[in-house]
């Protein structure tokens, strides 16, 4: 993963995700990648890219499936505090798999009903919208 996000090539990530061949790969594989992702700090805006990037196309290409993504809101509270901008980032992902048709909406709901706190839901529903919105053809 690190790999990819320093040379940024997509046809090479993908190969290295299909060879293992276990289902439990690529669900930590999507882990890792969200985590960070969340993780990343304001100037990292490349690196969200490329892992928004990777994400559609590991869907696109049948690789991966919307089940491999298992996010808790507790991971999200729990990143939130040390990274205040981690509700928006993760918003911008789940946007950007919603206008590629990885996942629908319902997902995001899903993820916000878990959540007891209003202002972290808040944040990941206006960044997701936002992201969505910003698409000429959404």
Known sequence: LKGFISVGDLKEARLCVEE???PD???QLVQMAI???LESLEGQQRERDLVKKLFVDLWAEKVLSG???KITTEQLEDVALDNPL???HFGDLIGKLILSD???FGFLVDILKKS???FLKRQVYDSTFRAV???PNA
């Open 102 to 104: 990885v996942i629908g």
């Open 116 to 118: 007891e706190d209003a």
């Open 67 to 69: 089940k491999d993504i």
């Open 35 to 37: 985590t960070i992702l």
């Open 86 to 88: 981690a509700p928006k």
């Open 20 to 22: 293992p061949q276990s």
């Open 25 to 27: 790969f690529h669900s």
């Open 133 to 135: 919105k910003s698409e």
